[in-house]
């Protein structure tokens, strides 16, 4: 049995300002309005006799994952870390729930959530190739043919034959220098690292426990308390927070000596710039490719992204220019790599932009701050059909709704009532609330807070449909 499992994590700071921590690079839309985590789990529900595909997240992406993954493809199950701690305790954690659930005998194809992978059929015989090695009870990489000497890549040197499409790996090399790297791609027998895996689960335990045994006896901890509700099942920090903060390359597959490499023929991205996501996109006769309400003009090898506000660029070249409602960001592509170091600094000056948009995503639906000063904070609030907020409590401030769009059921102290589209409701200090929407269509609405501090951490939650305790 083949279960794809897809590592869905990451700070979000590569594609910043469109990604960030409260919305990262795997949920950025890229193709078609499809999302880079959806586009992998259509391609790993397309291989042959996959039924089911677990994924790997952070439990604050639980939700919109499963809402992302909707209605497509393989059935989906969640498994929520409470924190980030690498790609082994991920990898162990799903190996050792698959094994519990399918049998040792299952076969893992781990894939990141964040790369652009074509054609299908060229990833489907590159997975083929890797199952019959896995099925001998090898470790099995996948590696790319480099098409330039990447600093920022790891790579594998490839070594005996093991039959017509596997190689043994000869050794790991970690992103090299630049002349490093183009010694390994004069050389010829390197490839990239393209960071997926496959691998019996039976193959993987044992290689924890000979090479990673602190990641086994976590990942077991951690299996062993697991909270399950609603396709998804939820780790507890007291437990996960024994495993190491170490990748899967690093704890076992550089180490281990039954590894096995299938060379693959697919064109591979793991999309890790914006320079890199521009040269994945079709471009015009110029080079040019513009999103959303970008004009270019006399302009050359030029990415363009608007995220409302019309970009106009005249007489650029080599750039990238992403706009998004708080930040806009312009760099040379081939600097582009550097974004990291703005988000660095905005993250020691305390600045917000770094990690949130001023659109955030919530279970509930979302809100968009529109306004603030240190006592007043004016949002603009939509709810789903069907869905609501916590029931719960501010200790600083007052709350002034005004329906815009649909019908709010309310809750305010001990009363419940409906609130119709143009007319509003009041929420003083320290009074139990709740917003609800009722209908079949989206509740809209105009929030006004007023008091002496206005952050969203002051509240108190007193029930929650998310199990959100903060």
């Known amino acids: 049995m083949l279960v794809p499992v897809i590592l ?39 291989l042959k006799g996959v039924s089911h595909v677990v994924a790997v997240t952070n439990v604050e992406y639980g939700l919109r994952t499963a809402e992302e993954l909707s209605g497509i493809g393989a059935e989906l199950q969640l498994l929520l870390e409470p924190f980030g701690r690498n790609t082994a305790p991920a990898v162990a954690i799903a190996v050792l729930w ?38 001998l009870g090898k470790l099995v990489v996948f590696g790319v043919h480099p098409t330039r000497p990447e600093t920022g890549y790891g790579y594998i040197k490839q070594g005996a034959a093991l039959g017509s499409s596997a190689f043994v790996v000869e050794r790991f090399v970690e992103k090299p220098p630049q002349k490093e790297a183009e010694r390994m791609l004069a ?19 044992a290689a924890l426990k000979r090479y990673a045994p602190d990641v086994l006896k976590g990942a077991e901890d951690a299996v062993a308390s697991g909270v399950a509700r609603a396709g998804m ?18 704890a076992v597959m550089e180490r ?27 471009v015009d006769a110029q080079g040019n490719h513009g999103e959303g309400k970008a004009m270019l003009v006399d302009s050359q090898n030029t990415y363009v992204r608007s995220g409302g506000r019309l ?18 960001l312009v760099a040379h592509k081939d600097a582009s790599q550097q974004v990291k170091e703005v988000v660095g600094k905005l993250k020691m000056d305390g600045d917000p932009v770094a990690t949130e948009h001023l659109t955030v995503e919530r279970p509930w639906g979302s809100f968009t701050v529109l306004g603030s000063t240190d006592s007043f904070k004016l949002k603009r609030i939509e709810v789903k059909p069907g869905r609501r907020l916590s029931l719960q409590m501010h200790h600083r401030r007052s709350e002034h709704w005004v329906v815009i769009e649909g019908t709010a059921r309310v809750t305010v102290g001990d009363h419940l009532f409906d609130v119709p589209t ?27 807070q007023c008091g002496d501090y206005v952050g969203e951490d002051d509240i108190v939650r007193f029930a929650d449909d998310y199990g959100r305790t903060s």
């Open 8 to 46: 869905c994590g990451g700070a979000g700071t590569r594609l910043w300002p469109a990604s960030r921590a409260s919305m990262p690079k795997p949920f950025i839309k890229i193709r078609d309005g499809k999302s880079l985590l959806r586009l992998t789990h259509e391609r790993v529900s397309q």
């Open 422 to 448: 143009g007319e509003s409701t009041y929420v003083p200090v320290r009074t139990r609330h709740r917003l609800e929407n009722p209908g079949d269509t989206q509740l809209v609405i105009i929030e006004v």
């Open 311 to 328: 970009v106009a660029a005249i007489g650029l070249k080599d750039l990238v220019v992403i706009e998004t409602p708080d930040a806009v």
């Open 256 to 282: 281990a000596t039954n590894v096995a490499m299938i060379p693959c023929r697919f064109v591979w991205s793991d999309i890790g710039s914006w320079k890199s996501l521009a040269d994945a996109l079709p």
């Open 233 to 250: 099942v939820e780790f507890l920090a007291s437990s996960f927070s024994t495993l190491p903060d170490i990748s899967v390359d690093y």
């Open 98 to 135: 698959i094994e519990r659930k399918y049998g040792p005998d299952a076969t893992l194809l781990v894939v990141p959530s964040d790369h652009l992978v074509e054609p299908q059929s060229a990833f489907a015989d590159a997975v083929s190739a890797a199952c019959e090695q896995a099925e």
């Open 187 to 205: 050389d010829g027998c390197y490839t990239w690292n393209s960071g997926m895996f496959c691998f019996k689960a039976s193959a993987m335990r």
